[in-house]
């Protein structure tokens, strides 16, 4: 007969429905224990009745499992205190059991609180507090590492700036902090040891993040994303659209709203239909034109190669008219003072595209839960797809001298398993390790004395997968 509860040690009696859940009526034989486990003496234990007990399980066949047992209790001539027989399988301090609670931690950062506690049978405060202990477990092992392209954007969480940090090549979060102050930036970057990894960063146009970047990565290119800077030009056409719409009869201005969906695309990706409609709309309002050939010229510098882009760049704001110049102000004044950013975009085409994508996850995830603090949304960002993949060994081998200097001048001449400098004595040889996660490989010096004992957990905080050559 199959055992429908598929628990070690446990023997089901008998099954009934309450309240639409699965009750299911089992014992734990056990033989009575010889000592005291209070006191430590022994044969002095005796039974003292039994005590009905309902524990909470994972559930069956789509609705909410209990198991409900007898209990036996027992007694101590010599303490005469009183404890209940050892059960196999039930988390200790609570009326559940270990699966169950291993459940409700796997499904913590993926569904909502009290949809958990809807399909467990249990109180959602529960859920919460086993959520709050499995934050603990993955937080005390979360340790990011810096990328190769930094990304740093923000986005508005419970009405405060919230600030993200992406590796932008391997497209996952490295965290969220609490707000987008330079102190509390600062704070969590000059944490990590490796800086020395970032190759440029990826910013929008937030001062703090361009004065933290310069401070914490010096000599590394700040890129500012090109999203936010052609958004600027949509923008000031969209001012001059509200301007002339203003101007407008009641009736008219209906029109010109409707206009904005199509003002707002390229021209090229515009269909035929679509073409016709704006070269007619625009061919009767002249200065609407003027401000839609300003958005689309701007937009055409980031399909030119980098000197021609750079000289239509500081053109720009020359072609202006006079009665635009007012209405494009926040875009030339964001092209005088980020020149040198926006303009790094030709050199270092990154974009914080996956970032900005990951704002949205964050609001989407802080609107169905109705309200998270800001703890648990950070959990659920951090950890809902699984912690972030180890860098995985893939060689080790003697440093040449060319690339033993390059390497020195990088990592600052220091072994980065033991942190001790390098070529102390004359049999201290530099050793290359070469790490690999994703489609990114890093090389990193070891002295000659972690060579001979080396292991990735003492260099990543990780498991070691290899000791030596493993591809």
Same mark, same amino acid.
């Given at each position: 007969?199959?055992?429908?509860?598929?628990?070690?040690?446990?023997?089901?009696?008998?099954?009934? %429905?309450?309240?639409?859940?699965?009750? =299911? &009526? #089992?014992?734990?034989?056990?033989? @009575? *224990?010889?000592?005291?486990?209070?006191?430590?003496?022994?044969?002095?234990?005796?039974?003292?009745?039994?005590?009905?007990?309902?524990?909470?399980?994972?559930?069956?066949?789509?609705?909410?499992?209990?198991?409900?047992?007898?209990?036996?209790?027992?007694?101590?001539?010599?303490?005469?205190?009183?404890?209940?027989?050892?059960?196999?399988?039930?988390?200790?301090?609570?009326?559940?059991?270990?699966?169950?609670?291993?459940?409700?931690?796997?499904?913590?950062?993926?569904?909502?609180?009290?949809?958990?506690?809807?399909?467990?049978?249990?109180?959602?405060?529960?859920?919460?507090?086993? %959520?709050?202990?499995?934050?603990?477990? =993955? &937080? #005390?092992?979360?340790?990011?590492? @810096? *990328?190769?392209?930094?990304?740093?954007?923000?986005?508005?969480?419970?009405?405060?700036?919230?600030?993200?940090?992406?590796?932008?090549?391997?497209?996952?979060?490295?965290?969220?902090?609490?707000?987008?102050?330079?102190?509390?930036?600062?704070?969590?970057?000059?944490?990590?040891?490796?800086?020395?990894?970032?190759?440029?960063?990826?910013?929008?146009?937030?001062?703090?993040?361009?004065?933290?970047?310069?401070?914490?990565?010096?000599?590394?290119?700040?890129?500012?994303?090109?999203?936010?800077?052609?958004?600027?030009?949509?923008?000031?056409?969209?001012?001059?659209?509200?301007?002339?719409?203003?101007?407008?009869?009641?009736?008219?201005?209906?029109?010109?709203?409707?206009?904005?969906?199509?003002?707002?695309?390229?021209?090229?990706?515009?269909?035929?239909?679509?073409?016709?409609?704006?070269?007619?709309?625009?061919?009767?309002?002249?200065?609407?034109?003027?401000?839609?050939?300003?958005?689309?010229?701007?937009?055409?510098?980031?399909?030119?190669?980098?000197?021609?882009?750079?000289?239509?760049?500081?053109?720009?704001?020359?072609?202006?008219?006079?009665?635009?110049?007012?209405?494009?102000?926040?875009?030339?004044?964001?092209?005088?003072?980020?020149?040198?950013?926006?303009?790094?975009?030709?050199?270092?085409?990154?974009?914080?595209?996956?970032?900005?994508?990951?704002?949205?996850?964050?609001?989407?995830?802080?609107?169905?839960?109705?309200?998270?603090?800001?703890?648990?949304?950070?959990?659920?960002?951090?950890?809902?797809?699984?912690?972030?993949?180890?860098?995985?060994?893939?060689?080790?081998?003697?440093?040449?001298?060319?690339?033993?200097?390059?390497?020195?001048?990088?990592?600052?001449?220091?072994?980065?398993?033991?942190?001790?400098?390098?070529?102390?004595?004359?049999?201290?040889?530099?050793?290359?390790?070469?790490?690999?996660?994703?489609?990114?490989?890093?090389?990193?010096?070891?002295?000659?004395?972690?060579?001979?004992?080396?292991?990735?957990?003492?260099?990543?905080?990780?498991?070691?997968?290899?000791?030596?050559?493993?591809?």
């Amino acid at each position: 007969m199959t055992d429908i509860l598929d628990l070690k040690g446990w023997t089901v009696l008998g099954r009934t %429905e309450e309240d639409g859940a699965d009750v =299911l &009526e #089992a014992e734990y034989p056990l033989p @009575m *224990p010889t000592a005291c486990p209070k006191c430590g003496t022994l044969d002095c234990i005796y039974r003292h009745g039994t005590k009905a007990t309902t524990y909470v399980d994972i559930p069956m066949r789509g609705k909410p499992a209990k198991l409900r047992a007898k209990v036996q209790r027992y007694r101590c001539t010599s303490c005469k205190e009183t404890f209940l027989q050892p059960l196999g399988g039930i988390l200790e301090g609570r009326r559940m059991t270990e699966r169950c609670a291993t459940y409700i931690k796997a499904h913590s950062l993926r569904d909502t609180f009290t949809r958990i506690a809807e399909n467990v049978g249990c109180d959602d405060k529960t859920v919460r507090t086993l %959520e709050a202990e499995y934050m603990a477990e =993955l &937080e #005390a092992s979360h340790r990011p590492e @810096m *990328p190769d392209w930094l990304g740093i954007d923000e986005t508005q969480i419970d009405g405060k700036m919230r600030c993200v940090l992406t590796d932008i090549g391997e497209r996952r979060i490295l965290d969220m902090l609490p707000d987008r102050d330079k102190a509390t930036l600062a704070g969590w970057l000059h944490r990590f040891k490796d800086r020395h990894w970032v190759k440029g960063v990826a910013i929008d146009m937030w001062r703090p993040y361009r004065d933290v970047s310069h401070q914490m990565f010096p000599g590394r290119p700040v890129v500012i994303d090109k999203f936010h800077v052609v958004r600027m030009a949509n923008y000031c056409m969209e001012r001059v659209r509200i301007r002339l719409q203003k101007q407008r009869k009641a009736g008219e201005r209906r029109l010109w709203l409707q206009s904005k969906a199509m003002l707002n695309m390229r021209y090229a990706k515009l269909a035929e239909k679509g073409r016709f409609n704006l070269d007619m709309w625009l061919a009767n309002e002249p200065e609407l034109a003027a401000a839609y050939g300003l958005k689309e010229a701007f937009y055409n510098i980031y399909d030119l190669p980098k000197a021609q882009a750079v000289a239509a760049f500081d053109a720009f704001p020359g072609t202006i008219p006079a009665s635009l110049k007012a209405d494009f102000k926040t875009l030339t004044t964001a092209m005088k003072n980020w020149r040198t950013e926006i303009l790094a975009y030709f050199d270092h085409p990154i974009t914080n595209a996956y970032t900005e994508a990951l704002n949205g996850v964050a609001k989407t995830i802080n609107r169905q839960g109705r309200g998270y603090t800001f703890e648990v949304l950070r959990a659920r960002l951090l950890y809902g797809k699984g912690p972030l993949e180890p860098w995985r060994l893939a060689t080790v081998y003697p440093a040449n001298p060319t690339q033993l200097q390059l390497l020195k001048r990088e990592q600052g001449n220091r072994c980065q398993s033991c942190g001790c400098e390098l070529g102390r004595t004359k049999d201290d040889k530099a050793n290359v390790v070469v790490l690999v996660r994703g489609n990114t490989r890093r090389q990193q010096l070891i002295c000659g004395l972690c060579n001979v004992g080396f292991h990735t957990e003492a260099l990543n905080h990780r498991k070691p997968p290899s000791t030596q050559k493993s591809g």
